[in-house]
């Protein structure tokens, strides 16, 4: 009962609860006073000791509760876990042999942090997350778009790589011992676990950063315009949206009445005096410059994975509001994989449309970025297309995940293209750095235009739509 209540305390600090080890303390004498029989009473007891304002009353009975669903595998560590899922003692026994033998073969002791934070409790990887080590690693963590190479970091200095290699290794060994399907059975909850793992270390990062760039709604002299797009709050999130949407407006605005004049074509001074001799100097008719045919047309591609979701929700209103700026305008957006979103955008409204894209509808959003497979697909797409009337905008912020980086592909395109932009929402001082390949965007496209507030990305908009 020790054990599940220290688990109950950690999963309570995953919440966003504080809870000292003195509380943790009377937490658990409180218990102790009222009994493990009525689950009500036992939950009001903890939260006397716990709860420290009103307002979370409500929030600290729904986690306990979620704690203690009957379809939530908390209860102890791996073995408990397994014993859970209906693997029996012997196969269990065989599990462990193999792991240890695994242990002996990589030189990972038995308490390496890797294994620890694999087979341990939950509070256990809890522990190593909040070392000093972890803590120094990510120190230097400012940005959103740094999780995701900061939770890489993580995962590294805990050896996770180190423990998926042995537990793949110790696959075969596992349908040897225990038959086909229950090797593989165990083998595949091993691989959950695994998986488990990583998305908490992932939670930790994202936990830390927000507890870190977290601000005040009601700061003096805070205007959500000037506010990077990941420190906005929910209601600053929406006044963006709205400034985003009403710039939007402007520029159709102003490109419907550019067109009008355009029917028209623009009054030409010199024209019109040469022209004026015949009448005595008096310009009774205006001379009009001849239209121009070559029309400007613009292709856009934006990264949507989850390091720059903060700023291509904001920047993918613009790609909608791009469709009628330019003629001929084609958007893609991509993860690991592209998609085309020309129809979607002219089919349907912003909201519809990015709901489908952030809905899995268009890429799937399940993995990591992959530019070096997403701009060479983008550049067998649209290639033929490309000539000196097109500017190509690319929206991403160039962190690559160590991965082939595709600015070859970039470079090629640039040669074709009237101009490349590149729309980043990450700051200079931060390109290079980890697995950002933003310097060697910078030396294939035309121009980088960072867009790290709504004020920076309006400049980015109107330069994009003076290249008409």
């Known amino acids: 009962m020790i054990r599940i209540l220290d688990e109950l305390l950690w999963a309570l600090r995953r919440e966003g609860f504080v809870v000292s080890t003195p509380q943790a303390i009377d937490a658990l004498r409180a218990a102790v006073l009222v009994g493990f029989g009525d689950r009500v009473t036992l939950r009001d007891a903890i939260a006397a000791v716990v709860v420290e304002r009103r307002a979370d ?8 509760d979620a704690f203690f669903t009957p379809d939530r595998a908390h209860a102890g560590d791996l073995w408990s ?3 859970a899922r209906g693997f029996d003692v012997a196969e ?3 599990l462990r042999e193999l792991l240890d033998a695994a242990a002996e073969r990589s030189g990972v ?5 890797a294994l620890a934070g694999l087979l341990g409790a939950e509070s256990e990887l809890d522990h190593l997350l909040l070392a000093a080590g972890i803590a120094r690693t990510l120190a230097p963590m400012t940005s959103p778009l740094q999780t995701g190479f900061f939770a890489q970091q993580v995962m590294d200095q ?4 180190r423990a998926a290699t042995a537990l793949k290794r110790i696959r075969a060994a596992l349908r040897e011992a225990l038959g086909e399907e229950r090797g593989q059975a165990l083998a595949a909850a091993l691989a959950e676990e695994l998986d488990r793992a990583r998305r908490r270390v992932r939670m930790h990062v994202e936990r830390t950063l927000a507890e870190r760039v977290r601000e005040p709604a009601a700061e003096p002299g805070r205007h959500a315009e000037s506010v990077a797009f990941a420190g906005l709050t929910e209601a600053e ?3 963006v949206r709205r400034a985003i949407r009403g710039l939007a407006e402007r520029l159709r605005g102003a490109e419907r009445v550019r067109r009008r004049r355009a029917r028209r074509g623009r009054i030409d001074p010199h024209r019109t005096l040469r022209e004026s001799l015949r009448t005595g100097g008096v310009p009774f008719k205006p001379a009009r410059r001849r239209r121009r045919r070559d029309k400007p047309r613009l292709v856009i591609v934006c990264d949507v994975s989850e390091s720059v979701r903060a700023a291509s929700l904001f920047m993918l209103e613009l790609v909608h509001a791009a469709q009628e700026l330019f003629a001929g305008t084609r958007s893609f957006v991509f993860v690991s994989e592209l998609g085309e979103t020309t129809r979607l955008f002219a089919d349907h409204g912003p909201d519809a449309a990015l709901a489908r894209i952030y809905g899995g509808g268009v890429v799937s959003l399940a993995h990591n970025s992959n530019y070096g497979r997403a701009l060479e697909a983008f550049e067998q797409r649209v290639a033929r297309e490309i000539d000196r009337r097109t500017t190509v905008v690319i929206l991403g912020d160039g962190r690559a995940n160590y991965l082939a980086d595709g600015a070859a592909a970039v ?3 640039r040669e074709r293209a009237r101009q490349v932009l590149w729309i980043c929402p ?3 001082g931060s390109w290079g750095s980890g697995d950002s390949a933003m310097l060697r965007y910078a030396a294939a496209v035309t121009r980088v235009l960072v867009a790290r507030t709504a004020k920076e990305l309006e400049i980015a908009a109107r330069e994009v739509a003076s290249r008409r």
């Open 57 to 64: 009353r409500d929030r600290f009975r729904e986690a306990f």
């Open 81 to 83: 876990r397994l014993r």
């Open 92 to 94: 269990l026994a065989a």
């Open 109 to 113: 002791t038995g308490d390496a942090p």
């Open 158 to 161: 805990l050896d996770l790589p």
């Open 237 to 239: 999130r929406e006044e």
């Open 411 to 413: 470079g090629r395109l």
């Open 426 to 428: 990450e700051a200079p």
